[in-house]
């Protein structure tokens, strides 16, 4: 119920709400008397801890890439996951639009069982990959725009400019592929370049793109 009241894309709530950082010490605990001047290891710290840890994740991978079933380290899960939920009661939490993580054994990596925002009423808003990889299609074409501001008048030429512009840019993202994931854009075309009829010195662009979504069932059909 607490991640469906937010139900936004711009919102993702990590659970569990405590993890063990590995390394992490803390000053403030007693220290052994055989190493007085060596801080103790830290207790179990809040969950944005792994909140961060998800975002540097984020950051250092390509917006397509997907983060379900992702092994992430630096912490363990040692409260309120695997060990104190069933597997029923941990799908039921993702359903609800958590980002839940779980980690199977103390050895092994944590990772998330799907990657949701807590609006995962659909693909384009739940899933955490799509809602980058439309975002930073977005940014990019904002950035190939950017030149003409200012800079150019509306005439027939400058609105060839910016549709020739904005057809390199598509191009430009369909051959950032790697593997397994691709590029951020499958395929784009420019729909519409048009002066706006509200105020002459506004162009309207209409870009559509078709974008990859990350691969979560697969229905094999055995016929003899």
């Keep these: 119920a607490i991640a469906q009241s937010y139900s936004s894309k711009r919102v993702t709530m990590v659970w569990p709400d405590r993890v063990t950082v590995i390394g992490l010490k803390d000053a403030s605990l007693t220290r052994s008397n055989s ?8 207790t179990s710290q809040p969950g944005y801890y792994l909140a961060a840890l998800i975002g540097g994740a984020a950051a250092a991978l390509p917006p ?14 040692e ?15 993702s359903d609800g639009g958590w980002f839940v993580m779980q980690q199977l054994t103390p050895e092994s990596l944590p990772y998330c069982i799907h990657q949701l925002t807590t609006d995962p009423t659909a693909l384009e808003t739940g899933e955490f990959s799509v809602v980058r990889t439309v975002d930073f299609n977005s940014l990019f074409l904002q950035q190939v725009l950017e030149p003409f501001i ?18 390199q840019g598509i191009d430009s993202l369909k051959l950032r592929k790697v593997a397994r994931i691709g590029a951020p854009v499958i395929s784009g075309e420019v729909t519409s370049v048009q002066v706006s009829e509200a105020t002459a010195d506004r162009l309207e662009v209409y870009v559509s793109l078709r974008i990859p979504r990350p691969l979560h069932t697969i229905g094999l059909h055995l016929v003899v």
């Design 35 to 42: 190493a007085p001047l060596v801080a103790a290891t830290a």
């Design 64 to 77: 397509q890439h997907g983060l379900t079933n992702l092994g992430l380290g630096g912490v363990r899960l």
């Design 79 to 93: 409260e309120h996951s695997s060990t104190y939920f069933t597997d029923r009661q941990l799908s039921m939490l």
């Design 150 to 167: 200012g800079v150019y008048n509306v005439t027939d030429e400058s609105l060839g400019a910016v549709s020739l512009a904005l057809r």
